[in-house]
């Protein structure tokens, strides 16, 4: 049985959180996003603007969340952009094809996606000037072939409290990684948390949220294990056995594929 990851943290791994109203920090953000068209239709879509002070007035450039927003922000903080936020199901995803890479909903049959198996408990999105190369062979445990990545942005897992919003760009820790093999394409999972977020304060690599939140990364793992079968898919498999990478493995991966995006985009 699926049980979402925010209860599992509260009730499994026995935290006492007071009530209290999450508020994302927007002040200081310097990207925006601005969403145009109907949400759930095929014409939507989620530009990123940069803004800049200059002088009195602010200057807003528009920019490709994939290619334009450093993916660092210093030695232990990195940049992700959210595509898919907690509690919703609507298959978000950067558009690698249009002009400034915008946010839409991914259609496939001629339909809008959703996830069958549920609303996603965490937030969901990619890492910033990242690639997993299909030219590279990425391995995925001992005895077993490499195998190609899957040409998209590195995944990420954002397991922070509260909502994040299409488009929002969010300061994060690297806690660790899972690797998803799809369509036998590699496709990472980065499991991170907001370092403004109350959980940030508590997790600083895998092993924090494994001894603080028991059972949490099992439910995980089941969750993206089975959750094609609600669409009459097959299950998911796992590289390494679907264990989980330690914090300094899955910053190897990240580092990696932005090496992968650097030389296929030709960036400096």
Same mark, same amino acid.
């Given at each position: 049985?699926?049980?979402?990851?925010?209860?599992?943290?509260?009730?499994?791994?026995?935290?006492?959180?007071?009530?209290?109203?999450?508020?994302?920090?927007?002040?200081?953000?310097?990207?925006?996003?601005?969403?145009?068209?109907?949400?759930?239709?095929?014409?939507?879509?989620?530009?990123?603007?940069?803004?800049?002070?200059?002088?009195?007035?602010?200057?807003?450039?528009?920019?490709?969340?994939?290619?334009?927003?450093?993916?660092?922000?210093?030695?232990?903080?990195?940049?992700?952009?959210?595509?898919?936020?907690?509690? @919703?199901?609507?298959?978000? &995803? #950067?558009?690698?094809?249009?002009?400034?890479?915008? =946010?839409?909903?991914?259609?496939? +049959?001629? *339909?809008?996606?959703?996830?069958?198996?549920?609303?996603?408990?965490?937030?969901?999105?990619?890492?910033?000037?990242?690639?997993?190369?299909?030219?590279?062979?990425?391995?995925?445990?001992?005895?077993?072939?490499?195998?190609?990545?899957?040409?998209?942005?590195?995944?990420?897992?954002?397991?922070?409290?509260?909502?994040?919003? @299409?488009?929002?760009?969010? &300061? #994060?820790?690297?806690?660790?990684?899972?690797?998803? =093999?799809?369509?036998?394409?590699? +496709?990472? *999972?980065?499991?991170?948390?907001?370092?403004?977020?109350?959980?940030?304060?508590?997790?600083?690599?895998?092993?924090?949220?494994?001894?603080?939140?028991?059972?949490?990364?099992?439910?995980?793992?089941?969750?993206?294990?089975?959750?094609?079968?609600?669409?009459?898919?097959?299950?998911?498999?796992?590289?390494?056995?679907?264990?989980?990478?330690?914090?300094? &493995?899955?910053?190897?991966?990240?580092?990696?594929?932005?090496?992968?995006?650097?030389?296929?985009?030709?960036?400096?």
């Amino acid at each position: 049985m699926y049980v979402d990851f925010l209860v599992l943290l509260l009730l499994v791994g026995g935290w006492e959180v007071t009530a209290q109203k999450v508020v994302l920090n927007t002040t200081s953000h310097v990207y925006i996003a601005e969403p145009e068209g109907t949400p759930y239709t095929k014409g939507y879509r989620v530009y990123l603007w940069k803004v800049t002070s200059s002088g009195p007035t602010p200057h807003q450039t528009k920019v490709s969340p994939w290619h334009d927003i450093p993916m660092q922000v210093s030695l232990e903080r990195y940049r992700v952009v959210c595509e898919i936020p907690a509690w @919703t199901r609507a298959k978000f &995803e #950067v558009n690698k094809d249009e002009m400034y890479n915008p =946010i839409f909903q991914d259609v496939k +049959d001629g *339909k809008l996606r959703y996830y069958a198996w549920g609303d996603l408990a965490f937030n969901y999105g990619m890492i910033p000037q990242t690639y997993e190369d299909p030219d590279h062979l990425f391995p995925i445990g001992d005895n077993q072939p490499a195998i190609p990545g899957d040409g998209d942005p590195v995944d990420i897992i954002e397991i922070g409290l509260g909502q994040l919003t @299409t488009g929002e760009v969010a &300061e #994060v820790r690297i806690l660790g990684a899972l690797g998803m =093999i799809d369509d036998n394409e590699m +496709d990472w *999972k980065i499991i991170v948390v907001r370092v403004d977020n109350l959980l940030g304060n508590a997790f600083h690599c895998i092993e924090d949220v494994f001894n603080k939140a028991s059972g949490a990364l099992e439910e995980l793992r089941e969750w993206w294990r089975v959750y094609k079968v609600a669409a009459g898919g097959k299950e998911t498999k796992f590289a390494f056995n679907g264990e989980y990478l330690d914090a300094a &493995e899955a910053k190897e991966i990240v580092h990696l594929s932005h090496d992968l995006w650097k030389k296929k985009f030709g960036a400096v």
